[in-house]
């Protein structure tokens, strides 16, 4: 049975500081995914990363991926209060046909002025 | 597009009622799915769908139904509601064949409360 451990589950940041988010899984997989729910809202697809070294960025928001150590980063860049959220990993437990996700946790991230 | 939608967006529900929570996407996805999500738990999935006229159980499928009479809709039924079953209902999509790369689309959400 495949297991996604996010970690930290709670995270306080300050404005301008760099933190990195951790998802880990226990089962070979090439497809991860991070996602992104406000507060009573539904989730915002924020990156796919299909493959070992996969690299993505958009904005304040760094993911990579390492298949081999089964892991995934989620890095912060000088956060600012609009990235305050629940971020949350998932992993493809279908090997490979994208059609079934498992979830972690989700990280909940509050940026305080 | 509307993406994906979901009706209804709230509901009580007492001990042992019924119900169908209505999933429709615009998008020709051929893939739907129903997650529930619970404080702390994260997204767990309930059941899915690869296609018009098939379902599969996911990690937590006691006490719903399914069905996907039509590729755009996917239904959820609770035949007998318990308190357990309160929580916040999501339904999402995703795949196309044409391709490579995609990732699921979620709908607004459903919040249940089971008295």
Redo the contacts between chains.
Sequence with gaps: ELKVEQNP?FLSMQEGKNYTIYCNYSTTSDRL?W?RQDPG?????LF?L?SNGAVKQEGRLMASLDTKARLSTLHITAAVHDLSATY?C?VDSSGGS?????????TLLTVNP | NAGVTQTPKFRVLKTGQSMTLLCAQDMNHE?MYWYRQDP??????IH?S?GEGTTAK??VPDGYNVSRLKKQNFLLGLESAAPSQTSVY?C?S??VPELE?????????TRLTVL
Excluded: C, H, I
């Excluded at chain 1, 809202?41 to 697809?45: A, D, G, R, T």
């Design positions: 589950l995914y996602y809202k539904s989730l915002e697809s796919v299909l949350f998932a994208n059609y079934k996700l498992t979830f972690g946790k989700g | 893939y702390g738990m994260g997204l767990r999935l899915y690869v996911g990690e999501f999402a995703s795949y790369v995609d990732t699921q689309y979620f709908g607004p959400g």
